[in-house]
């Protein structure tokens, strides 16, 4: 008697049409791992300028309450120490007021959070409007 004997296995082709499902299928997770990771990215340098943002809007209204003047703060700006823990990003406020009749009630700040980025000039602008606090009242311009 005679014996057949039948291997069984995988032909070339379809080895071929298994390892290019397999390819687009890892170009693809690439692909979205690295658009995750520019996102992340982004969200970092966005937090980073949020929290040196209330920074400066802090050291400001503690000025202010200690009676500054907006004068003071051009001269001498309190938040320039504090942003040593931030290296490589630049801070620009800008002041503009809401005038009353004898006095400034409102000052409107403007703080311009500026960094590089893989290359890349970034800004976020932030606005805040810091009210007159208890009887404290700013100089009028």
Do not use: C
């Amino acid at each position: 008697m005679k014996m057949e004997s039948k291997e069984s296995g995988f032909t070339l082709l379809e080895v071929v049409v298994a390892l290019g499902i397999l390819t687009v299928g890892v170009s693809a997770a690439i692909a979205l791992f690295a658009a995750g990771t520019a996102s992340h990215r982004r969200a970092v340098d966005r937090i980073r300028a949020i929290e040196v943002s209330e920074v400066v809007l802090s050291a400001l209204e503690g000025t202010i309450r200690d009676g500054g003047t907006v004068t003071d703060l051009i001269n001498n700006p309190p938040w320039d120490p504090l942003l040593a823990h931030w290296p490589g990003i630049s801070v620009e406020v800008r002041y503009g007021t809401v005038p009353k009749e004898e006095y400034t009630d409102e000052l409107v700040v403007e703080i311009h959070v500026q960094w590089i980025a893989r290359g890349v000039d970034s800004e976020e602008v932030f606005r805040q409007i810091v009210p007159r606090m208890r009887s404290i009242r700013l100089e009028s311009p």
